[in-house]
């Protein structure tokens, strides 16, 4: 039998210079912070004071409430990276692909690092992680 673990969702706010944050569902969870990265700790320690319980015993997710005019920009931002990363993964699978082949059709790993773009030692490398 597995045990159901508590969720708490936290709304983070901007209020001045300070990020208030306030938990859902559970009144008088209410605390700041300065960074929104210090926003998990601090509502941790907040809902494990009102609840008596410890600070790992529960499952939490930060929302930091922005600007619908900054949502558009950060959702664009955050499916670039993820774009770049796929590209990134893709790039490196056809390099291997093509440091492989090239070694295989004779050509050495200086030929084959110039070639592609790379080190020779690179190319070396990529060769013997394929075997």
Do not use: K
Request: glycine share 6%; charged share 25%.
């Amino acid at each position: 039998m597995v045990a159901s673990v508590t969720h708490y969702t936290i709304r983070a706010r901007r209020s001045g210079q300070w990020w208030a944050l306030d938990a859902e569902g559970l009144r008088g969870v209410h605390t700041q912070v300065r960074r929104i990265d210090q926003a998990e700790e601090m509502a941790r320690d907040a809902i494990a004071g009102v609840l008596d319980v410890a600070p790992d015993s529960f499952e939490l997710t930060v929302v930091p409430e922005v600007p619908q005019s900054l949502r558009a920009i950060i959702e664009e931002a955050t499916a670039a990276r993820s774009q770049a990363a796929q590209a990134q993964d893709a790039a490196a699978q056809l390099t291997r692909e093509a440091a492989r082949r090239l070694v295989e059709e004779g050509l050495t790993v200086r030929d084959a690092g110039v070639l592609l773009g790379v080190s020779h030692q690179r190319i070396a490398q990529l060769v013997r992680l394929g075997r």
